[in-house]
């Protein structure tokens, strides 16, 4: 049996040599082991698992954290195989591991790269301590739908914060420093277009042009490549009747040959075997060879590669050198992973990691940064914890599975608080606390409104805790009807007819649709379901302990006709003119007869217990060189009465170009703290770069001309300035 005796090296140059030396040992069974990838669920996948890991016949397995178990399935690859290539140990983490951290569209919200960047390693360190090597986060698709389940896991609908967030997650989970001494590497998903679903329908076609490709679904993977993302994963979609996982186009020209990428590219689940039912393949090993010659790397559970390669290579098919390529690939992966040298994990490390105290504050703060308030009338948030009677009302009130969110395979409930206890823990004295339920999160259930209106007559505010499973969020959990699902709207109806002052608290995984419960409540505040810590921070905000900072990273339709919604639209060549008119209004204009083009709140959009006031805006650079930088400046006052944290945001307009722009978009933003009555001026600098679009050659060009540029609290207000991009490159 020939063992892997290389001594460790660790320059870039070292593991190309190494991979290659292993390779050149390795038969044509081995290097396609290396290209798949399995569960170890035997109910999944049989009983003969170790016994294909010692023929060296599996390169990575996923779904598993028992590290014992791990380190048993690693040492059939290093000891029993012939080779000793270890395993890569996958796993889905998407918001946290253990502790469980705000659904992305949450933290999103924030803003607060810093903090996104800390929760993702947080993540890793708790996925590392046990066993784990490969994360299958983050995911970075936009998404402008929030009828898509998937909304809830990525940075919302658009291009510069996907990216900046894309960057950040991966910063975080590739932390080189984590107390296993191990590393992890980001899995980016789902490339691409995946978030395009037409209808929001999960796992729909995507039918973008090129150029939507490039200027809105790409972004964010480029971004992630250049933080160093090491693998990807390739989505179930098409885009144009061609499915991601056989897509030479996106895999190859644009991944390997625009971009010079060499990282490894994975499956989605099963996604080599859908290109039969996509009707592209006409069986499963027609399947495998589209995807191995479009440039997917590694099959996720397909059972093609393992079934078909040698096959598909014996006959001409496949070259050979075309597997080569992968399995080299996955060898630099390993290598680059230090797997050769440390391929077990401590047994004893996750006792230590998991549930970490700073992980529970980072947990906390992260959930307090995601929350966004959302209305405010006559300052009635915050509450007092004295002196009044509250009703708590609401079927997520007394819950504690559904805060974890969607995706959350490792977190426990029983960890989680509710908001009843911790809204209790804030009372001086719980005894003007009532709490009712009022009816279930969906279905009929029994009727227990009335005395949730009896609640509500007897006290001076209600909160009411209303909104979404964590079940109606994430993979294949699309919606049709975003409003309150199940009575919630009818229990709504039943205490607004009670006159009392009403708090409304929206947990949920989505934007929703709802313009009857923003009239009939006081105040509205979005928890999201925003993990662990979700009925802490509710609490602290709702009773002034934290000031509410959050802002929209999605837009909030008014109603589902007007989805896809999203602000960095085009113009078209018949704009309304007015805000909020209708087509009766207004006729032969880009316009609904029955509904208003604007959302219910647009992205960008937050309040805060302070005011903000925004003046003085100087734009110091109004003509930009290609190769110089916008510079515009702005001050920032706190005119209210707490202290608070401002997200400005600085937005363009490119008003001619040689294809339609949008009428506005992000190009910066800043996270600012400021106590009653401080000021800061703020400079933003946007290199001229970041100004361009894929133009009419479908290259990325950027054009002489005149620009607005606007910074403000939202991305519907703020103070204009102008400038002017001076010369042609392109
Ligand atoms: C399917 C999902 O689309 C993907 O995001 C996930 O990583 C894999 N299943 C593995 O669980």
């Not at 969110?405 to 608080?417: A, L, N, P, R």
């Not at 900072?549 to 339709?557: C, E, R």
């Not at 029955?594 to 217990?609: C, H, I, K, R, T």
Request: net charge negative; glycine share 10%; with cysteine.
């Amino acid at each position: 049996m020939e063992k892997n005796t290389m001594a460790p090296e660790h320059s870039g140059a070292a593991f190309e040599g190494r991979a290659s030396e292993l390779l050149r040992r390795m038969t044509l069974a081995e290097k396609i082991g290396q290209l798949v990838q399995t569960h170890t669920r035997e109910d999944i996948v049989g009983p003969d698992l170790d016994a294909q890991i010692a023929q060296g016949l599996v390169g990575s397995i996923f779904g598993i954290s028992d590290v014992a178990e791990i380190n048993r399935y690693q040492r059939l690859a290093v000891s029993a195989s012939r080779l000793g290539i270890p395993l890569l140990v996958g796993n889905d983490v998407i918001h946290g591991f253990r502790t469980v951290f705000p659904i992305p569209l949450a933290e999103s919200s924030s803003w607060d790269l810093p903090i996104i960047e800390k929760t993702a390693r947080a993540a890793a360190e708790e996925a590392s301590a046990s066993g784990t090597d490969w994360i299958f986060a983050p995911m970075v698709d936009i998404a402008r739908d929030p009828r898509w389940g998937r909304i809830a896991e990525g940075a919302g609908e658009d291009v510069f914060l996907g990216r900046a967030v894309a960057a950040a997650r991966v910063r975080g989970f590739q932390a080189s420093d984590l107390e296993s001494g191990k590393r992890i590497s980001a899995c980016v998903k789902h490339y691409v277009a995946y978030g395009a679903a037409e209808a929001g329908r999960e796992y729909n076609s995507a039918d973008i042009s090129e150029r939507t490709l490039r200027d809105v679904y790409l972004p964010p993977f480029k971004a992630a490549f250049d933080a160093g993302a090491e693998s990807l994963m390739s989505s179930f979609n098409e885009i144009a009747g061609v499915p991601s996982s056989a897509n030479p186009h996106t895999l190859r020209a644009i991944l390997r040959d625009e971009w010079g990428w060499h990282g490894v590219v994975l499956s989605d689940y099963e996604a080599i075997r859908e290109l039969v039912v996509h009707g592209v393949a006409s069986d499963l090993r027609d399947a495998a060879r589209q995807a191995i010659l479009a440039g997917v790397d590694m099959d996720m559970m397909s059972n093609a590669y393992a079934d078909h390669l040698a096959g598909l290579v014996a006959d001409g098919s496949v070259p050979e050198s075309v597997l080569d390529e992968a399995v080299l690939r996955i060898l630099r992966l390993k290598l680059e992973l230090g797997l050769f040298e440390r391929p077990f994990s401590d047994e004893n490390l996750a006792d230590r990691v998991i549930l970490r105290a700073d992980f529970q504050s980072l947990a906390l703060q992260a959930a307090h940064e995601s929350m966004v308030l959302l209305k405010n009338r006559h300052d009635i948030l915050p509450l007092s914890t004295t002196g009044k009677r509250i009703a708590l009302i609401g079927p997520l009130a007394d819950n504690r599975a559904d805060l974890l969110g969607c995706w959350t395979i490792f977190g426990q409930k029983d960890e989680v608080e509710t908001v009843l206890e911790a809204v209790t823990a804030w009372l001086e004295d719980p005894g003007t606390l009532a709490y009712v339920a009022g009816c279930p999160i969906v279905g009929e259930g029994p009727d227990n409104i009335p005395p949730a209106v009896e609640a509500a007559n007897d006290a001076d505010v209600v909160v009411v805790v209303l909104g979404e499973s964590a079940g109606m969020s994430g993979e294949a959990h699309s919606r049709a009807h975003l409003g309150l699902p199940g009575r919630q709207q009818e229990l709504l109806d039943a205490l607004a007819a009670t006159g009392k002052p009403i708090v409304g608290v929206l947990l949920a995984g989505r934007p929703l649709v709802i313009p009857r419960m923003l009239e009939q409540v006081d105040a509205l505040l979005v928890g999201w379901h925003s993990g662990v810590q979700t009925a802490r921070a509710l609490a602290d905000i709702l009773f002034g302990e934290v000031n509410p900072s959050g802002k929209l990273t999605a837009s909030w339709p008014r109603s589902e006709g007007q989805i896809p919604i999203y602000y960095a639209h085009k113009n078209t060549g018949r704009p309304a003119q007015d805000e909020g008119t209708r087509q009766f209004d207004e006729p032969f204009k880009s316009r609904y007869l029955d509904e208003s083009n604007e959302p219910l709140f647009p992205f960008g959009f937050g309040l805060s217990y302070t005011r903000f006031a925004y003046t003085d805006l100087e734009v110091e650079t109004p003509l930009v060189g290609s190769d110089g930088t916008l510079t515009v400046g702005v001050t920032v006052r706190n005119t209210g009465a707490h202290a608070g944290d401002e997200i400005a945001q600085l937005y363009v307009h490119d008003l001619v170009g040689s294809v339609t722009r949008p009428v506005k978009e992000l190009k910066g933003f800043q996270r600012i703290t400021l106590a009653p009555g401080e000021e800061k001026r703020l400079r933003f600098e946007v290199p001229a770069r970041e100004l361009g679009f894929t133009g009419a050659g479908m290259r990325y060009v950027l054009e002489p001309g005149d620009f607005k540029v606007w910074i403000g609290p939202d991305s519907t207000r703020g103070l204009e300035g102008e400038f002017r991009i001076g010369i042609h490159v392109g």
